[in-house]
C-alpha cells in the first residue's frame, strides 16, 4: 500500500464531503448542534408538564366527613392546590363526574375496620379516582400524601394520650436517607444519555459518507473517472473507510465534547441546584473520557466497515440508503435495548460487539466498571473490527464490485462467490 | 519515429447475462496505436467501442486475448497502464464541488505525476486549455463548455503519453465538438498516441489517421480513410461502413447502420 497515495485520495474525499451540504448537516452540524437542542428542548419541555401538573387544582368532593377530622377538612380547603366542593349530587353521579372529567376524586370517610374500631375517633377512607386521566390520578397521589401526613399526626397524638413512649414510637418510624450525591446522580443521567448518543451519532455520521463514497460517486458519474487513475484499487477502498470511518467517529466524538460542553445548560431546567453540582464536577468523569474516546473509535471503524460493504454494491444514493438501512437498524438497535439503567453488564454481553461497547461507556460513566469485562470487550471489539474491516477488504477487492459489473447486494455477491468456488471444485 | 504505444492480440471480453446467457462483447480485436497517431474506432452503438476501451483502461478485466499500453500488459500492470493512460469518456464525469484547479492538482498528483514539477504543470494546463477565469470557481458552477475544457485537462494532467477518448463529443453542442476535437488534434502533435471512439462519420474523416471499423465485437478492417477508399471502392465512409457491415454477414447490419451511425 502507497501511504502517500491513501493520504491523497483521502483528503480528496474529504475535501469533496466538507463541501456537500448532507453530510455536513449529519456528519458535523447534527451532533454538534441538534442533539444537545433536542434534548434541552425534551428536558425544558418536560420540566414545563412538571410545572403545569403542580400550579393544576385537585376538585375533590369529600362524603360523610366526621366532625372529629374537620381540621383535616379544613386544612384541605385552605390549600390551595385543592378545591373542596360541596355537592347534593349523589354518590352514583359523582362518579359519573369523575368519569366525565367534571371532578377529580371523591373521599369518602368510612367506619373502622373490626380491630381499627377499638381506637375511638379512628376511621378509614375510600378515594374513588379516574386513573385514565392525568388530573384525577394526580389528585389521588396529592390527596394520599395529605392524608398520609394527617393521620401520622393523629396516631402521634392518639399514642401520646394512650401514654406510649417516644423512644418506643421512633422505633415505627421510617425515616429516608438518599445517599447519592449530585455527581452520583449526574453519573445516572449521564449514564443513560451517552452511550445512546454516541451510538446513534456514531452510525448517523457514517451513514452519509458511506453512500456518498460510492454510491454518490456512481450517481455522479465519477466513479469510473476515480477506477482511471494509477492508484491501485485497494488504496482507493483504503482511503474510502478512512474516509467514512474518521466521519463516523468525529460525528460520535464531536456530540460527546457539545453534550460534555452543554451540560449545565441542559439539565439546568430539571437539576436546579443540581446542576451547579455538575458544572463544577465536569459532566462527564474524566476517567471515562478515555474509554468513551476508545469505544467511540471501535464502533466507528466497525460501522463504517459495515456500511462500506453494503453500500458499495449500489449504483445510486436510494439504493444506498435501501442497502444501508437494515445494518444501520441493527446498529442502532442496541441503543434502545440497553437503555434500562437496572440491566447488568455480564460477560455474556461483553461478547457481543457493539453493545459491548455501549456497556462499557455506560460502566465507565457511572463508575461502575470491572477490569475483566472492560478489557474482554475491548479485545472482543477491537477483534470484530479487524475482521470487519477484512471481509470489507475483500468484497472491495473484487473487480467487479468496483467497476460496479456487479449486479445485486451483498447477499447476491456472496451467492455468487460461492457457487462459483464450488462449481470449480 | 512513432513507436507502437498502444497493442492489443485477440482481446476478447465475454459477459454472462441472466438472460441471454453468454455474450460477447469484444471479440478477438487486435489493433495498434502509435506515438502521434490518432487510431478512429469506427461502430454502431453496441459494437463493442466502450468494452474495448475500458479494458484498455484497466477499467474492465479482459476474458481472453491480451494488451499493451506503453509497453505494459493490461492485466499484470494496471497501476502502470493507468498512469500512462487519460482516459475520457461521457460517463467519466468532474468532482462538482472541488475547483478545476483542485481537480488538476488531485489528477496529477494521484497519477503519480512528480510532486516538485506538480504546481508549474497546473499551471502550465490551466493556461493551455484558456482556464485562468474560472480555474478558481467550483466545477458544479461552470457552463458545458468550461466543463468539457476542465476534462481535458483532467485526462492529460499526468501528461500521459497515451489518450483514450470514449464517445467525447456524443452530448456536446457543436462548437464545443469542434473545439475538443482541435485540442485532440493538438495533443496528437505533441506526439500522444489516441484512440478516438465515435459513431458519427465526418468526425472520424475529420480527425483520424487510421479508421478501425467495429461491428458486433470484430474489427471489420483497420487503414487509412484512403486505403479503405481504396479497398471497398467506396468514397464516403458511410458507404465503407455499410460495405463492411454488410458483408460481415451479420442480417441486422444495414438496420444498425441506417439508425445509428448516421453523422
Keep these: ?425 | 519515429m512513432p513507436e507502437v504505444r498502444v497493442r492489443t492480440e485477440d482481446l476478447t471480453k465475454v459477459f454472462y447475462d441472466d438472460g441471454r446467457g453468454e455474450v460477447r462483447a469484444v471479440d478477438s480485436v487486435n489493433i495498434t496505436c502509435e506515438s502521434g497517431e490518432i487510431l478512429g474506432l469506427l461502430g454502431a452503438n453496441g459494437a463493442g467501442k466502450t468494452t474495448t476501451l475500458r479494458m484498455l483502461a484497466t477499467v474492465l478485466a479482459p476474458t481472453g486475448g491480451n494488451a499493451w499500453v506503453h509497453g505494459h500488459e493490461v492485466r499484470e500492470a494496471a497501476e502502470q497502464v493507468r498512469a500512462s493512460l487519460g482516459f475520457y469518456s461521457a460517463s467519466t464525469a468532474l468532482y462538482p464541488k472541488i475547483t478545476p484547479r483542485e481537480t488538476l492538482r488531485f489528477f496529477a498528483r494521484v497519477n503519480n505525476y512528480p510532486k516538485a514539477r506538480l504546481e508549474q504543470r497546473v499551471e502550465y494546463l490551466i493556461d493551455r486549455f484558456g482556464m485562468e477565469s474560472f480555474s478558481d470557481s467550483r466545477v458544479e458552477k461552470l457552463s458545458s463548455g468550461m466543463k468539457q475544457k476542465v476534462s481535458i485537462a483532467r485526462t492529460v494532467a499526468h501528461d500521459p503519453p497515451v489518450l483514450i477518448f470514449d464517445e467525447p463529443t456524443v452530448a456536446l453542442d457543436v462548437l464545443n465538438a469542434i473545439e475538443l476535437r482541435d485540442i485532440i488534434a493538438k495533443l496528437r502533435d505533441d506526439g500522444k498516441a489516441i484512440i478516438f471512439s465515435t459513431h458519427i462519420m465526418s468526425e472520424a474523416e475529420q480527425l483520424c489517421d487510421r479508421i478501425a471499423i467495429i461491428h458486433h465485437g470484430r474489427i471489420l478492417a483497420t487503414d487509412t480513410l484512403d486505403g479503405l477508399r481504396q479497398s471497398t471502392g467506396h468514397h464516403y465512409l458511410e458507404d465503407i461502413f455499410v460495405h463492411y457491415a454488410n458483408s460481415s454477414g451479420s442480417d441486422d447490419a444495414i438496420g444498425m447502420v441506417s439508425d445509428e451511425v448516421v453523422g
Excluded at chain 1, 375517633?121 to 375510600?126: A, D, E, M, R, T
Aim: one cysteine or more; aromatic letters at 8%.
Design chain 1, 1 to 425: 500500500m502507497d501511504l502517500r497515495q491513501i493520504w491523497t485520495l483521502f483528503r480528496h474525499e474529504v475535501r469533496c464531503a466538507l463541501r456537500e451540504r448532507n453530510i455536513v448537516i449529519y456528519s458535523i452540524v447534527l451532533p454538534v448542534v441538534l442533539y444537545p437542542a433536542l434534548l434541552w428542548a425534551a428536558f425544558a419541555g418536560i420540566s414545563f408538564v412538571q410545572g403545569q401538573s403542580s400550579r393544576m387544582t385537585s376538585r375533590v368532593v369529600i362524603l360523610d366527613s366526621p366532625t372529629a377530622h374537620s381540621v383535616f377538612v379544613d386544612s384541605l380547603d385552605a390549600n390551595d392546590r385543592f378545591d373542596v366542593i360541596e355537592s347534593d349530587v349523589d354518590r352514583a353521579g359523582l362518579i359519573s363526574r369523575i368519569a366525565q372529567g367534571n371532578l377529580d376524586a371523591l373521599l369518602e370517610f368510612t367506619p373502622p375496620s373490626e380491630g381499627g374500631a377499638a381506637l375511638d375517633g379512628n376511621f378509614g377512607l375510600v378515594i374513588s379516582f379516574n386513573e385514565a386521566r392525568d388530573r384525577s390520578a394526580s389528585t389521588r397521589s396529592r390527596l394520599e400524601a395529605e392524608i398520609e401526613e394527617y393521620r401520622l399526626a393523629w396516631v402521634d397524638r392518639e399514642r401520646q394520650a394512650l401514654g406510649v413512649d417516644d423512644t418506643v414510637w421512633a422505633d415505627f418510624l421510617i425515616t429516608r436517607e438518599n445517599i447519592a450525591s449530585s455527581e452520583d446522580m449526574t453519573r445516572f443521567l449521564l449514564g443513560v444519555l451517552v452511550p445512546m448518543l454516541t451510538l446513534l451519532m456514531v452510525t448517523i455520521a457514517s451513514f452519509y459518507p458511506a453512500i456518498d463514497a460510492t454510491a454518490g460517486e456512481r450517481e455522479r458519474s465519477t466513479w469510473e473517472t476515480l477506477m482511471s487513475v494509477a492508484s491501485p484499487r485497494a488504496n482507493v477502498a483504503a482511503a474510502k473507510y478512512l474516509y467514512v470511518a474518521v466521519f463516523g467517529m468525529a460525528g460520535g466524538l464531536l456530540n460527546l465534547a457539545a453534550l460534555t460542553l452543554s451540560l449545565q445548560w441542559i439539565l439546568a431546567p430539571v437539576a436546579g441546584e443540581e446542576s451547579r453540582a455538575l458544572a463544577t464536577s465536569g459532566g462527564i468523569p474524566p476517567s471515562a473520557l478515555v474509554v468513551i474516546a476508545v469505544g467511540t473509535a471501535l464502533l466507528g471503524l466497525f460501522v463504517s466497515a459495515g456500511m462500506l460493504m453494503f453500500a458499495v454494491f449500489a449504483k445510486t444514493f436510494k439504493e444506498g440508503q435501501s442497502m444501508i438501512m437494515p445494518f444501520y437498524f441493527l446498529m442502532i438497535m442496541p441503543a434502545f435495548f440497553l437503555q434500562d439503567p437496572d440491566i447488568e453488564f455480564t460477560m455474556q454481553l461483553a461478547l457481543i460487539p457493539v453493545v459491548n461497547m455501549v456497556m462499557v461507556i455506560k460502566a465507565a460513566i457511572m463508575g461502575t466498571s470491572d477490569p475483566l469485562l472492560a478489557v474482554t470487550s475491548l479485545g472482543v471489539m477491537s477483534l470484530c473490527v479487524a475482521l470487519a474491516i477484512g471481509f470489507a477488504q475483500w468484497v472491495m477487492s473484487s473487480e467487479e464490485v468496483m467497476v460496479g459489473s456487479q449486479e445485486g447486494g451483498l447477499s447476491k455477491f456472496l451467492k455468487t462467490r460461492f457457487t462459483n468456488r464450488k462449481a470449480q471444485a
